[in-house]
């Protein structure tokens, strides 16, 4: 019987970002993030994003088997690389081997963000009501133009007709849901409307609807006012939202190593 040949070109792109792990007896080291600069057939040439190829990773010898993993707007991919050649400071040369795992995990990966958010927790919490709030809401987004934004430190604010603001704050965000502070207890189980404001080009609103799956105080605080997280996954949202999201994490990724890198090189004598 005549083995499937795999197309890796199908699952693994040119810019698409990816996470290698070293595999040793059936377990693996800490990750390390990369970047796809090319697949051919069965093989790739990968950029080591942040401070390049670690000390773990260049010490081995070529042949040293990896596993390889990466996302796309429908799921989550891994399969196991083999390394052919360390190109430079910074890139690999790999071959594939083995078949490829799928899974469908948007939420996967995860990153702490600055951005514009507003929340809504409705008194009724009808199923059939929320929805059709978050199809109005979808609607009027669409026949909308873009919303204003402008710089606010390191991050981006909103800039409503009117003047009104919507100041960034500090979310955990991936394709799945979001992690945030929030000014009341939210009950278990209930439904949130939540819009999120990217700095895209041009800005994008998401519209979704989020399920609370966790809710505690903060306790250790400066400010005086009741402070809660609250963890929710999102039971509503178009799936080209949940894309650019993703999208936008991953370039977010890049910005953050791209600027830890900077800071970690020596100062010029």
Known sequence: MTKKK????????KGQQVKLAIVSSGTMSREINGEVCEVAGS????????????????????GIRL??????????????VIIEQIVSAKEIAVSFVGGIEEKQRREYFRLDVSLPVIT????????????????AARTKTMSSPPPRMAAAGRSHKVVLPGG??????????SGGGLRLRVAAAIGLGNLVHVA????????????SVAEVLRCNELTLRVEKESVFIAAMKFTHIDE??????IAYLFA?????????AERDLPSPR
Not at 6 to 13: E, G, H, L
Not at 127 to 133: L, N, T, V
Not at 252 to 260: S, W, Y
Request: aromatic residues 10%.
């Open 67 to 80: 596993s390889l993993a990466g996302w796309s707007g429908w799921g989550f991919y891994q399969t196991d």
């Open 6 to 13: 795999i197309d890796y070109a199908q699952y693994f792109k």
């Open 43 to 62: 093989t790739a040439r990968i950029e080591i994003l942040g401070e390049g190829i670690p000390e773990a990773l260049s010490a081995r010898k070529p």
């Open 252 to 260: 977010e990724q890049r910005l953050q190593l791209k600027a830890e």
């Open 196 to 207: 999120l404001y990217l700095p895209l080009a041009p800005p994008r609103v998401i519209n």
């Open 120 to 135: 809504d927790h409705p008194e009724v919490q009808s199923p059939a009501g929320i929805r059709d709030q978050w199809t």
């Open 164 to 173: 009104r603001e919507i100041q960034p704050q500090n979310i955990n965000l």
């Open 240 to 245: 080209q939202d949940r894309e650019a999201i």
